[in-house]
């Protein structure tokens, strides 16, 4: 009879995209080596350059992908949400972590060793296909990021950052309440890898026309369909 603990984690990957076609019998394998850990916010799960030693679903929280320019600054390639997976790319290629990940408030993680996931595919080479699919859309995020470099103007890559991050960790105190998001103007800043000084003046005008609101350590968006505008190539 499988433990309630397995039972636990065969639930969970059942209820990702990624792994929700397995068969039960494959999913109680899987479970049987997956762990549940949990994540305190600003917690790093690994550096860039690190060995990748596991890979890990995000059951509950975001997870922050990230790395230092040569200036030091540190820019975001995505923000990772329930059902997704990161860290697998060095667990595929047996290669470092190619960027730091850092949890972005508490939640709860699915970690399977890098072993126990190569051995997975090799005795079940049909489910690499899925893990192909969300490699093709990091490389579809990658190719976003560089449009949103050459592209978008400093306000439009701060909208359209802003916009994710309503998605992702933005609070409402209403269902169509404006969204709020929780962060510093410098944390702001190291997303997109600007000055805090840039963010403040580009801030500090949308909150004059009433764009936004600004407070001690969080940004509500008033009116995002002008941030939508702002965050499209050539506005």
């Known amino acids: 009879m499988t433990d309630p ?13 990624l792994f929700s076609v397995l068969t039960p019998v494959l999913l109680e394998e899987l479970a049987s080596r997956a762990r549940v850990i949990r994540v305190s916010p600003r ?9 990748g030693d596991r890979l890990y ?25 329930s059902g997704e997976m990161f860290g697998e790319i060095a667990v595929l290629d047996g290669g ?18 890098r072993r126990d996931v190569v051995d997975f595919l090799h005795r079940h080479p049909a489910q690499a296909l899925h893990l192909l699919r969300v490699l ?30 309503a998605g992702t960790v933005g609070t409402r105190r209403a269902p169509n309440a404006a969204a709020t998001i929780h962060l510093s103007q410098q944390e702001l800043a ?19 026309v009433g764009m936004v609101s600004l407070g001690r350590g969080q940004i509500t968006l008033n009116r995002p369909a002008d941030l939508e505008d702002l965050a499209q190539p050539g506005e």
Request: charged share 30%; aromatic share 4%; hydrophobic share 40%.
């Open 5 to 17: 603990t397995t039972n636990r984690r065969r639930d969970l990957l059942a209820s990702t995209p």
């Open 43 to 51: 917690e790093q799960l690994f550096c860039k350059g690190d060995p």
């Open 57 to 81: 679903l995000v059951i509950a929280g975001v997870i922050r992908i990230s790395s230092l320019s040569p200036e030091g600054r540190e820019v975001t390639y995505g923000l990772i949400k």
């Open 96 to 113: 470092p972590r190619s960027a730091d990940a850092t949890a972005m408030e508490t939640g709860e993680l699915l970690a399977l060793e």
């Open 136 to 165: 093709c859309e990091r490389v579809r995020r990658a190719d976003s990021l560089l449009e949103d470099v050459v592209f978008l103007s400093l306000p439009g890559r701060l909208a359209k950052h802003l916009l994710a991050l």
């Open 190 to 208: 190291d997303h997109i890898g600007i000055s805090r000084e840039s963010v403040n003046k580009v801030l500090s005008k949308w909150e004059q």
